[in-house]
C-alpha cells in the first residue's frame, strides 16, 4: 500500500495502470460534523463513504462505546480507472471541506489519502501479525513469516484466520506464560496419571494457539472446543499444521468436557463465563489438577477467584498484564 498522505505527493497516473486500483480518501471529522463531510465525500465517490467512529472496549472486551470527544474517520474511496475524473472529484471535494472548515463549528481535519490495491486489501491484516516471543522460549510464528530457531525455542507456527488467538492479546500471553510456568514445573510432560505426560482440556480454543503450546510443552493429549465451528476448524487445521494431529483433537462442545476428569484445564474466555462455567471446569479439573483462568479484568479478579474458591479451588499463582489478569487455581487431591 502507498503511503497516507497529502494528496499532492501521490502518484495516481502509475496506480491507474494497475487493474483494482483505488483512491482512499480519509477526513477526520468531530462527531457533530460527519454528516456534513460525509455527504461532501459521497459526491466525489459512486460506492459512498464509511464511519470509524472513535470507541473504548467495555463489557469485558465484548462491546465497544463510542468515545465523543475523539474524532471520527470518514473514508471514501474512487476507481483510479479515470484519473482525470478523480482529479477533478478529489479537488470539488477539498473545495468543499475548505468551505466547511471556514466556519469553524467543529473541528474538521484536512482530506488525505492513500492508494490501495484490492490483492493488499486481502493480506493487508498479515502486516500485524509478527514472529512474537512470549515468556522464556514460546515463539509464535505466523506461517507467512521466516524464523531462525534459538536452540530451547518453542516454535507454534499459527494462521489465525478468522478464529480468535493470535498471541497478541494480553489475555492469550498470559495463558502461554502460565502454560510455561507449568511446563518448567513438569506439570504437562509429566502431570498425569502415574507421572506419565498430562491430558490438556482447552475450553474456548480459538485459533487452537493455547492448545497446540500445550503439546509442544509436553502434553500428551490434548482436547480443543469451542462453541464456534469456525475456531473449531482452525483450531484443527494449526494442529495439523504443527504436525501434531495425533495430539490435539478439535470439536465443538463446552465445560463440562464429558471426557475429563483432566490434569490441567485452560479457559481464556471472560470472567462472566468463567463464574458461569465455573461448575463444568470444576469438574473437568482431576483431584490435584490445574485451572488456568485467564480473560479477567482487573476489577472482576477476586469475583472470579471466589467462585471457584467456594468450589473447592485455591489460586496457586496469578499473573497480570495491563488490566488484565490470569489465575493458576489448583483442586484438592
Same mark, same amino acid.
Given at each position: 500500500?502507498?503511503?497516507?498522505? =497529502? ?20 477526513v477526520a471529522a468531530d ?14 465517490? =459512486? ?5 470509524? =467512529? ?68 486481502? @493480506? ?5 501479525? =509478527? ?6 522460549? !514460546? ?72 492448545? !497446540? ?61 468463567? !463464574? ?22 482487573? @476489577? ?12 473447592g479451588l485455591g489460586v ?18
Open positions: 500500500m502507498a503511503r497516507r498522505g =497529502p494528496l499532492a505527493e501521490l502518484d495516481l497516473d502509475a496506480a491507474s495502470g494497475r487493474a483494482g486500483s483505488w483512491l482512499e480518501l480519509s462527531h457533530e460534523a460527519v454528516e456534513a463531510v460525509s455527504e461532501i465525500l459521497s459526491r466525489a465517490a =459512486p460506492g459512498g463513504t464509511s464511519v470509524e =467512529p472513535a470507541f473504548e472496549l467495555v463489557e469485558e472486551g465484548l462491546a465497544a462505546r463510542v468515545d465523543l470527544a475523539r474524532p471520527a474517520i470518514v473514508r471514501a474511496h474512487l476507481p483510479l480507472a479515470d484519473v482525470h475524473a478523480v482529479r477533478a472529484a478529489v479537488a470539488r471535494a477539498e473545495g468543499e471541506l475548505g468551505h466547511l472548515q471556514a466556519f469553524g463549528l467543529r473541528p474538521i481535519g484536512d482530506l488525505s489519502g492513500r492508494v490501495v490495491h484490492e490483492e493488499d486489501w486481502a @493480506n493487508a491484516w498479515k502486516a500485524h501479525f =509478527p514472529v512474537l516471543r512470549v515468556g522464556g522460549r !514460546i515463539v509464535i510464528r505466523p506461517t507467512w513469516r521466516r524464523h531462525r530457531r534459538q536452540p530451547d525455542d518453542v516454535v507454534l507456527a499459527l494462521d489465525p484466520g478468522m478464529a480468535f488467538g493470535t498471541g497478541l492479546h494480553p489475555t492469550t500471553r498470559l495463558c502461554l506464560a502460565s502454560l510455561e510456568g507449568l511446563a518448567d514445573r513438569g506439570a504437562l510432560s509429566g502431570g498425569g496419571a502415574g507421572g506419565g505426560p498430562a491430558r490438556v482440556l482447552d475450553v474456548g480454543s480459538g485459533s487452537g494457539i493455547l492448545s !497446540i503450546a500445550a503439546a509442544r510443552l509436553g502434553a500428551g493429549e490434548v482436547l480443543a472446543v469451542d462453541v464456534d465451528p469456525v475456531a473449531v476448524e482452525a483450531s484443527a487445521a494449526n494442529a495439523r499444521r504443527n504436525r501434531l494431529a495425533r495430539v490435539v483433537r478439535a470439536r465443538q462442545g463446552s465445560s463440562p468436557s464429558g471426557e475429563g476428569p483432566w490434569d490441567v484445564v485452560v479457559a481464556n474466555l471472560i470472567a462472566s463465563l468463567l !463464574i458461569r462455567l465455573a461448575d463444568g471446569l470444576v469438574e473437568d479439573v482431576r483431584p490435584g489438577g490445574v485451572l488456568l483462568a485467564s480473560g479477567i479484568f482487573e @476489577n472482576r479478579e477476586a469475583e472470579v477467584a471466589a467462585a471457584f474458591e467456594v468450589r496457586d499463582r496469578r499473573w497480570e498484564e495491563g488490566d488484565w489478569v490470569a489465575l493458576e487455581l489448583r483442586r484438592p487431591t
